[in-house]
């Protein structure tokens, strides 16, 4: 009775933990206003690849033409936010945000002013819209140790990185309403406006205006001269990888079983994984290093994938799926962590960044090599991939971390 009793308080225990550390994170003057606003104008990061592909099919634009226009905006935000992050960092959040939200919100409109016909301004739009996408990631992470007692800034990490996942499941989400009501166009300008009113209404934080990055040495580098922060980015576009490979493999498992709608429930599961994980881990303070808890929780997450790398039974791949998804966002937070210390004084914002642009690159190789494996070895070819993928972001950390640990000991490094 007494074991038993224990099980079943264990649970509630959790969840009082949850909502305490949560409850205490909240109750900071500033937290809701500026993560309520950041998760609005980052929602034109869920809903522009989505929108841009549906407008130019409207248009009457082929799909070879749709493929390689969505894939410039992905491109172009990847190549942008880690040059906006460093502007920041020189000129401070307030003047960066508000010309990269305008210069991506004009973008959206001049494409939503475009013809079948008109290739060329397509295009153009197209990339500035991506490129100009206000970093407003970047600097939320940027300003927690400024707004919040230093107890609480690993929750706020977790939190962040648990929150991400809702700018991917909403943002689609918006665009479809968005479409229904107004068409293609109304999609476009739906999104354009979103962005621009969460970055506005960011901006008119306190923390936001006083923000200013810490005197910096000139260097092309930047907070890349860091070789912990390098590590730390070649561990996360692993991570980055496993998701691109699920992505694409689930698509084909779904499309080979004659039940097309299982692929959206499976991510969709994977990431409600990741909310979980999230949420749980940042509601305590964990013993170890964070170099530690990012070396065990890239091991969880490898580990994780491994079920599915026997593309099982739809029975079993949604249960699979959800326990993938639960390392995810815990690995992001310690790693958020890691990136906060080492980057270089006055880099912070570009080091932030460079996870995102480092992530979304990881996540696009990934989907590349996703499609090769499937070509040329089916479904089992590529599920088999998320774990070796996943294993050789844990290889970084462990190198990594020997590394590190022999240079601070005097040893030779290997």
């Not at 749709?66 to 040059?83: E, N, S």
């Not at 070649?234 to 498992?253: E, K, P, R, W």
Request: positive net charge; contains cysteine; charged residues 15%.
């Amino acid at each position: 009775m007494l074991g038993g009793r224990a099980v079943r308080n264990c649970p509630e225990w959790t969840l009082g933990e949850i909502v305490r550390t949560y409850g205490a994170l909240f109750r900071q003057r500033r937290v809701t206003p500026l993560l309520c606003s950041n998760i609005v104008g980052r929602l034109p990061e869920g809903m522009g690849p989505l929108v841009v592909a549906l407008f130019l099919r409207a248009q009457g634009f082929e799909y070879g033409a749709v493929g390689v226009l969505a894939a410039l905006y992905g491109i172009a935000a990847a190549v942008g936010t880690p040059v906006l992050g460093r502007c920041v960092d020189l000129y401070g959040q307030v003047r960066v945000l508000a010309v990269a939200a305008l210069g991506s919100t004009a973008g959206f409109l001049s494409l939503a002013g475009t013809s079948g016909d008109e290739v060329l301004r397509a295009g153009v739009s197209i990339v500035l819209a991506g490129l100009c996408t206000p970093p407003l990631e970047p600097c939320l992470r940027s300003l927690w140790p400024d707004v919040l007692p230093r107890r609480l800034v690993q929750t706020a990490y977790a939190l962040d990185a648990t929150l991400q996942e809702l700018v991917f499941i909403a943002g689609p989400l918006a665009v479809v309403l968005a479409v229904q009501w107004s068409g293609p166009v109304g999609g476009l300008v739906a999104t354009g406006a979103l962005g621009l009113l969460g970055t506005a209404v960011f901006l008119t934080s306190p923390p936001v205006r006083r923000w200013r990055a810490e005197p910096r040495e000139a260097d092309w580098a930047g907070p890349l001269r860091s070789a912990k922060l390098r590590t730390v980015l070649l561990s996360l576009l692993f991570a980055g990888g496993t998701i691109g490979i699920l992505n694409i493999s689930v698509i084909a498992y779904a499309e080979a079983r004659g039940a097309a709608a299982l692929s959206g429930i499976v991510l969709g599961l994977n990431a409600g994984g990741a909310l979980i994980g999230g949420l749980v881990y940042g509601s305590r303070s964990r013993p170890g290093s964070a170099e530690r808890q990012l070396r065990v929780l890239m091991l969880a997450l490898a580990a994780g994938y491994v079920p599915l790398a026997f593309a099982p039974s739809p029975v079993l791949l949604v249960p699979f799926a959800v326990l993938a998804g639960v390392p995810l966002a815990p690995a992001l937070a310690a790693a958020f962590v890691l990136v906060g210390r080492s980057a270089p004084a006055g880099t912070s914002t570009e080091a932030f960044a460079w996870v995102v642009t480092i992530f979304m690159t990881g996540n696009a190789l990934g989907s590349t090599a996703a499609g090769f494996l499937l070509e040329h070895g089916g479904p089992a070819a590529a599920f088999a991939a998320m774990p070796v993928c996943g294993l050789l972001g844990f290889g970084v950390r462990v190198f990594a971390d020997r590394r590190e640990g022999a240079v601070e000991s005097g040893e030779p490094a290997a």
